[in-house]
T-cell receptor, first 115, second 110 residues
Framework: DQQVKQNSPSLSVQEGRISILNCDYT??????FLWYKKYPAEGPTFLIS?????DKNEDGRFTVFLNKSAKHLSLHIVPSQPGDSAVYFC??????????????FGKGTLLTVNP | NAGVTQTPKFRILKIGQSMTLQCTQD?????MYWYRQDPGMGLKLIYY???????DKGEVPNGYNVSRSTTEDFPLRLELAAPSQTSVYFC?????????FGPGTRLTVL
């Protein structure tokens, strides 16, 4: 029972163009969402997050959009750079009700940015 | 400020052997977590701790044990290693909202 789904295992874009990574969730209790970036042989690093009280959060080239009614979020990277090539994980947390801030991860999307 | 550190980086175990994966954080975080990542899969929570002396099971705890005697350290113990425990193990600690991850331990059980 996958509560966080990233349906695209991979995505390839040209340098300078927009990268859009998608994530769907099924658990209505999730109220905080995060994106992590992972390079080979390294641990995931936090990229950007969004609370369920917002529908957009922006940090430089990275923007996360949240559509609560559709239980869908997306990460936009503009412009994409070759150094953005990595696996991107979507994660969700139910930060209330004694959840202890546990994260549920999607399977990841491998982004390749071609020069 | 080293963040989250893990040792060893790599390890090969024989079936039935035991080992402890070490994890230390220097950010004074109360919450700490252990995950495993299998190829093509997301991270799955093994155990977590909300503070020294308090631990609880995650999604996939079978075959593992943890302890938390200090805020800084959260070791993961594998008893009677099995091939199904071949994976990459990540330790994390929680800041205000996000979790900070260590570099991982790649474990192979043969």
């Amino acid at each position: 029972d996958q509560q966080v789904k990233q349906n695209s295992p991979s995505l390839s874009v040209q340098e300078g163009r927009i990268s859009i990574l998608n994530c769907d969730y099924t658990n209505s209790m999730f109220d905080y969402f995060l994106w992590y970036k992972k390079y080979p042989a390294e641990g995931p690093t936090f990229l950007i997050s969004i609370s369920s009280i917002k529908d957009k959060n922006e940090d430089g080239r990275f923007t996360v959009f949240l559509n609560k009614s559709a239980k869908h979020l997306s990460l936009h990277i503009v412009p994409s750079q070759p150094g953005d090539s990595a696996v991107y994980f979507c994660a969700a947390s139910a930060n209330s009700g004694g959840s202890n801030y546990k994260l549920t991860f999607g399977k990841g999307t491998l982004l390749t940015v071609n020069p | 400020n080293a963040g989250v550190t893990q040792t060893p980086k790599f390890r090969i175990l024989k079936i039935g052997q035991s080992m402890t994966l070490q994890c230390t954080q220097d950010m004074n975080h109360n919450y700490m977590y252990w995950y495993r990542q299998d190829p093509g899969m997301g991270l799955k929570l093994i155990y977590y701790s909300v503070g020294a002396g308090i631990t609880d099971k995650g999604e996939v705890p079978n075959g593992y044990n943890v302890s938390r005697s200090t805020t800084e350290d959260f070791p993961l113990r594998l008893e009677l290693a099995a091939p199904s425990q071949t994976s990459v193990y990540f330790c994390a600690s929680r800041g205000r909202h996000e979790q900070f991850f260590g570099p991982g331990t790649r474990l192979t059980v043969l």
